[in-house]
């Protein structure tokens, strides 16, 4: 099996629409066969103000889900 070691993915996000993303694999001198593939926008691109919102987004989903129900 080949495998990428860089390029760019394009994915489409329910929330933040389409996003183009540079990636790069990186691989454990431990663990040869594994990898670990970091994903990010090019500055000042549409797919990095998305990825701000997407950010937003999940640290406001997330804070309502940690807030106490309030008793009625």
Do not use: F, I
């Given at each position: 099996?080949?495998?990428h070691r860089r390029g760019i993915k394009r994915?489409?996000?329910p929330a933040v629409?389409?996003?183009e993303?540079?990636?790069e694999a990186m691989t454990f001198?431990?663990?040869p066969e594994w990898f670990m593939f970091g994903y990010t926008a090019e500055p000042?691109?549409?797919s990095e103000e998305r990825l701000k919102l997407l950010g937003s987004v999940?640290?406001?989903s997330s804070e309502a889900?940690?807030?106490p129900k309030e008793k009625a």
């Open positions: 099996m080949r495998h994915m489409h996000h629409g389409d996003l993303l540079v990636y001198p431990a663990n000042g691109t549409p999940a640290a406001t889900r940690s807030e």
